[in-house]
């Protein structure tokens, strides 16, 4: 399964690899680029706490502005539509539209995201929404627990239904949450994430309980709307270094538990039990009638796709080989097991259309002379892209690629560090700079169009 050299594979070339129907689009999260942290009644997020607390962000930087977008979204609709989007994924923020996570709403936080749709549509952009993308209300996390509390459930499941009463018929699809994995392990287990908590028997409860919310959420959002209604998952598949038994078991279990854990009981209604065995004693509690819950039908699943896995037992571990080089992240650049998971999840579980709702690269990037000439992030796309096509000719059913992300933004605990945008900002004057790759985007997107 030979990919392609994208120095031989311009826009022109995979324009014609794609289905005529194929949607194009970018991504972007609220907490990541709104700003507007404490105006018009928007109560705190743990990320705004977070960003507070001492050497918990890498460049002690906070959102309180971010991209500014909150003011600046007609702008920022104006650059989707210079680039030809089809579609835009975006979050709402539950802080503002509920800031205690319960009881009333904020009519100026609604209003918000109702001129967004309206700015969308305008421009013939379809909007696909998430409904969580981390920004859980601090009210919740201070009064009930946020994710450790099964009481949780309930609150979220109110919160998505009135956001399909009241913006689903404008809607093209809404996920109920982006990236539990990261939620769960990254917010609970390392620290890393929103709430800094350090428990692998809290992280798998959180696991748990954002799936029942997930399958709350989906049964309480079919009552109000008829678009479609998914989730988001990132998937890291995970790649034995070398052909010995113990990196294989232990390669078989990190993929567990950042694929199957979630994938299984959504799809199978059941967690692998090899990785409750893992667990032990920091298995999550799980209740009678939890599992059919979460196991509701869905009309889509978004996959959010940037590496691989290297998985080495030997001390100290081989570093995984890089021959396409590494992300500003960090991250091998191994776009072949974009093919080979697509393939693999379309095998082993009866599927709904699935979309990459996130796929990009932080790269180094600086405006020089008004232009940012990022051909790495290019060879990025150009390469992640001939593999999405291969998997879609080997029979995936994959309707659409969202580019993470449109605007350089807040990339969590790296704070303004890491820059994966088509637009390059800058933070202090709020400009766009469109990137090199955004004019390799839009020219994509132009020549895939014609074939309409």
């Known amino acids: 399964m030979k990919l392609f050299d994208p120095t031989q594979l311009d826009a022109a070339h995979l324009a014609q690899a794609f289905p005529p129907d194929f949607q194009w689009g970018a991504a972007t999260a609220a907490a990541q680029i709104e700003g507007a942290a404490f105006e018009d009644g928007k109560g705190a997020s743990i990320w705004d706490s977070f960003c507070r607390q001492p050497g918990r962000i890498n460049d002690g930087s906070n959102i309180d502005v ?17 680039l030809g989007l089809d579609c835009y994924r975006f979050s709402f923020s539950w802080p503002r539209v509920q800031p205690q996570g319960q009881g009333a709403w904020n009519e100026a936080g609604l209003a918000f995201y109702d001129r967004l749709l309206d700015e969308l549509l305008a421009a013939g952009i379809q909007p696909h929404a998430t409904l969580y993308h981390w920004d859980l209300p601090q009210a919740l996390h201070d009064g009930m627990g946020g994710w450790l509390s099964r009481d949780i459930v309930p609150r979220f499941a109110d919160y998505a239904a009135e956001i399909a009463r009241r913006f689903g018929d404008r809607l093209a699809s809404i996920a109920t949450l982006n990236e539990p994995w990261c939620v ?87 967690y692998s039990a090899d990785l409750i065995e893992h667990l032990g004693a920091d298995a999550p509690r799980i209740a009678s009638g939890d599992l059919a819950l979460i196991r509701q039908p869905l009309d889509f699943l978004g996959i959010n796709f940037y590496t691989r896995s290297f998985i080495s037992t030997r001390q100290p571990p081989l570093p995984a080989p890089g021959e396409l080089g590494f992300t500003d992240m960090g991250w091998e650049i191994y776009p072949l097991a974009l093919t080979q998971h697509l393939v693999r999840l379309s095998r082993e579980y009866a599927l709904p259309p699935i979309y990459i709702t996130e796929n990009g690269m932080a790269n180094a990037d600086s405006v020089v002379e008004g232009r940012v000439k990022d051909e790495a992030r290019i060879a990025y796309l150009s390469r992640h892209l001939q593999a999405l096509a291969t998997a879609i000719a080997l029979g995936v059913d994959v309707r659409g690629y969202f580019y993470w992300s449109l605007l350089d933004n807040f990339e969590w605990n790296s704070g303004y560090t890491k820059r994966f945008g088509l637009f390059h900002v800058d933070y202090a004057t709020q400009q766009r700079v469109a990137k090199d790759s955004a004019h390799w985007y839009q020219d994509l997107i132009a020549r895939h169009g014609a074939r309409r």
């Open 66 to 82: 971010a991209c500014d977008h909150y003011h600046r979204y007609r702008e920022d609709v104006g650059l989707m539509k210079g």
């Open 184 to 270: 769960a392990t990254l917010g609970y287990e390392t620290a890393q994430f929103a709430p800094g908590h350090t428990s692998r028997a809290e992280a798998s409860q959180v696991s748990h309980h954002l799936m029942m919310a997930h399958g709350e959420a989906i049964r309480a959002m079919r009552t109000h709307t008829q678009t479609r209604l998914g989730i988001v998952l990132n998937h890291t598949p995970a790649y034995p270094a070398e052909p010995r038994d113990e990196d294989r078991q232990a390669a078989q279990i990190n993929d567990g538990l950042s694929v199957r854990w979630y994938m299984d009981p959504i799809f199978r209604g059941a």
